[in-house]
């Protein structure tokens, strides 16, 4: 039985880091503590969805001029400014920079929507499109479990703030 090597491309890492969620879990959470109601969020959470809606095709448009692989950049360069307005956000306890971070991450998630898809369509000849496909999606899955199982690892050893997301399951979670 032959087995294969384990090839990772940048393409891979930045899935994979990109599935590295750790405040995913806790999203709600995170901005609860900084004074944001759970309405609020709710709102912030479809104020974001509905920016993706309004700049998907002006996305598309823009990588059809400035090419894939500079969208990509783009997209890291705005989901690392909307991580940081999310913990300058939190730290000042400021509903318009959870405002402003949804809107910057909301332009960000545009500017990734069908890039990846996009880009190694071009590049790759039609059968080995769906499977690398495939493989970059899986890297962003491993991601998100490494990170979701990490967060509960952290918060049993003590590293994490605040209850773990499935105390919610019990009642409103109790912050000290």
Known sequence: MKT????????????????????????LLVRSTAGV????FFVLQALLSAVVL????????????????RTLVLYQL???GAKGLLL?????????????????????????????????YRTLPPEQYLIRLAQVDNWGTVGFLVSTVAYGALYRWGCC??????SALWGRPQLS
């Open 4 to 27: 294969k090597k384990l090839h990772m491309d940048p393409l891979d890492l930045t899935a994979l880091c990109n599935g590295l969620v750790f405040f995913a879990p806790v999203a």
């Open 54 to 69: 309004a700049a998907e095709v002006p996305s598309g448009w823009l990588t059809d001029r400035i090419g894939c692989q």
């Open 88 to 120: 300058a956000a939190w730290h000042l306890h400021s509903l318009p920079l959870f405002v402003l971070e949804a809107v910057v991450e909301g332009l960000g998630a545009s500017l990734a929507s069908g890039t990846r898809s996009a880009y190694l």
């Open 161 to 166: 703030w605040g209850p773990p997301p499935w």
């Open 78 to 80: 705005t989901n690392l």
């Open 37 to 40: 109601s759970t309405e609020q």
